[in-house]
C-alpha cells in the first residue's frame, strides 16, 4: 500500500490579478479553518491556542508578502506561472 502521494494543486498561467486573488482566497480559506479551531478551543477551553494563532498570524503575514510581491512585480500585459502542490504522506 502506497503511505505517500504528492497531488498537483495548481498549475497555470494568470493574468497577476487572477493570479492573486485565487492565492488569496486560498490562503483566506485557510486562516478561515484556523480560526475555526480557535474559536472552538475558546469556546471549550481546551487545547493550547497559541499555536494556533501563531498559525494564522503565519499564514496572514504571507498572503500580504504574496500581495505585495504580486502587486510590485506585476505590470498589465504580464502573466503570472503559479505551480503548488499538496504532498501526503502517513506515519506510524
Do not use: C, W
Request: aromatic content about 10%; proline content about 1%.
Amino acid at each position: 500500500m502506497e503511505s505517500s502521494k504528492e497531488f498537483k494543486l495548481i498549475n497555470g498561467t494568470f493574468k497577476p490579478a487572477d493570479a492573486g486573488a485565487l492565492i488569496r482566497n486560498f490562503y483566506s480559506e485557510k486562516i478561515r479553518y484556523h480560526n475555526r479551531q480557535l474559536l472552538y478551543m475558546i469556546e471549550t477551553q481546551q487545547g493550547d491556542r497559541s499555536q494556533v494563532e501563531a498559525k494564522i498570524a503565519e499564514l496572514e503575514s504571507t498572503r500580504q508578502d504574496i500581495s505585495i510581491f504580486l502587486e510590485t512585480k506585476a505590470q498589465e500585459d504580464s502573466f503570472v506561472e503559479v505551480k503548488g502542490s499538496i504532498s501526503i504522506t502517513f506515519n506510524r
